[in-house]
């Protein structure tokens, strides 16, 4: 069956670090997202990407990049981290721009 | 102001009751609404999607539109312990590029 995982699911790192979150989903789905889920913030869009090579910035992309080379995966990276940056991160993909957006199990990072 | 209003609860219900979880919005413009259901320590996942106004039914489940109030509703008839979880509404951009989700009501249905 068709799927989005992400990995590691939990990851405690260093302030200043460089961290790397994977996202695959094997749907070839073009769509693809990146949020971070805080109490008293719900779901926020860091990045999104409609396309290989494209890549677009959400409502709280500093700090955090994103590449898009391949359908499949969009890695998400935090180039220095930052304790604010303690969150759980969420992956989703989705067929079309409107259509239902298919989420990933979430990995949560811990920022000290 | 947030694109998407929520009461986050939390909401504890007996087993049987009707649940009424609701969300405000801001931007009247063309809306396509989404109701996710979240459980602990999961993705959300989609429970219903709407178009317009007006109610869409689905088993237990049915969510409702009122433009004109800028208000989103989803009631669940019957409620079970199963149905405990995070409900999050979401609100697409006019483009489809972006969700703009609630920050969720935490629901518990008492056994």
């Known amino acids: 069956d068709a799927e989005i995982t992400q990995s590691p699911r939990h990851k405690i790192t260093e302030t200043g670090r460089q961290v790397t979150l994977a996202c695959h989903q094997t749907?070839?789905?073009?769509?693809m997202f990146w949020y971070r889920q805080d109490l008293g913030h719900g779901l926020r869009l860091i990045h999104y990407?409609?396309?290989?090579?494209?890549?677009n910035k959400g409502e709280v992309s500093d700090g955090y990049s994103v590449s898009r080379s391949n359908t499949e995966d969009l890695p998400l990276t935090l180039e220095s981290a930052a304790s604010s940056q303690t969150s759980v991160y969420f992956c989703?993909?989705?067929?079309?721009?409107?259509?239902?957006?298919?989420f990933g199990p979430g990995t949560r990072l811990t920022v000290l | 102001q947030k694109e998407v209003e929520q009461d986050p609860g939390p909401l504890s219900v007996p087993e049987g009751a009707i649940v009424s979880l609701n969300c405000t919005y801001s931007?009247?413009?063309?809306?396509?609404f989404m109701w996710y259901r979240q459980y602990s320590r999961k993705g959300p996942e989609l429970l219903m999607y709407?178009?317009?106004?007006g109610n869409k039914e689905d088993g237990r489940f049915t969510a409702q539109v009122d433009k004109s109030s800028k208000y989103i509703s989803l009631f669940i008839r019957d409620s079970q312990p199963s149905d405990s979880a995070t409900y999050l509404c979401?609100?697409?951009?006019?483009?489809?590029?972006?969700?703009?989700f609630g920050t969720g009501t935490s629901l518990t249905v008492i056994p």
């Open positions: 709407t178009y317009s106004s």
């Open positions: 931007n009247s413009a063309f809306q396509y």
């Open positions: 990407s409609y396309g290989v090579h494209d890549t």
């Open positions: 989703a993909s989705s067929e079309s721009r409107r259509d239902t957006q298919y």
């Open positions: 749907w070839n789905h073009n769509n």
């Open positions: 979401a609100r697409v951009s006019n483009t489809g590029n972006q969700f703009y």
